[in-house]
């Protein structure tokens, strides 16, 4: 299994951005298929953007159109920009790997995990 760092985190009052960055090896995004989750106290991890191998991506419908999956092979990082960032927003968000080709955001379906960065929105 690839080791994967999240990095990014941070304060941010309502409506500001945050964009967090997920490090792997060098090769893993070709490997694997790669995602956000996010888990708020008391909730279920959700997952919130995904990347396939053949670079399609998925999104869930509470962060689609303010948030961006993509990875950047340079630098071997999966990154996720965040805008127009909400109080509903807050908790600590994972990046997460899996193999096969199929994009899915059900964490069940991921086998391994980063250990998150906290991401905190004010109001």
């Known amino acids: 299994q690839v080791r994967l760092v999240e990095s990014g985190g941070g304060s941010v009052q309502s409506g500001g951005s945050l964009k967090l960055t997920c490090t792997s090896t060098?090769?893993?995004?070709?490997?694997?298929?790669m995602a956000w989750f996010r888990q708020a106290p008391g909730k279920e991890r959700e997952g919130i953007a995904a990347?396939?191998?053949?670079?399609?991506?998925l999104y869930a419908n509470s962060v689609k159109g303010r948030f961006t999956i993509s990875r950047d092979n340079a630098k071997n990082t999966l990154n996720l920009q965040m805008n127009s960032l909400k109080p509903e927003d807050t908790g600590m968000y994972y990046c997460?790997?899996?193999?096969?080709?199929?994009?899915?955001?059900?964490?069940?379906?991921?086998?391994?995990w980063g250990r998150g960065t906290q991401v905190t929105v004010s109001s």
């Open positions: 997460a790997s899996r193999g096969g080709p199929l994009n899915t955001l059900e964490a069940r379906l991921y086998n391994n």
């Open positions: 060098a090769d893993a995004y070709s490997r694997y298929s």
């Open positions: 990347l396939a191998r053949d670079g399609s991506t």
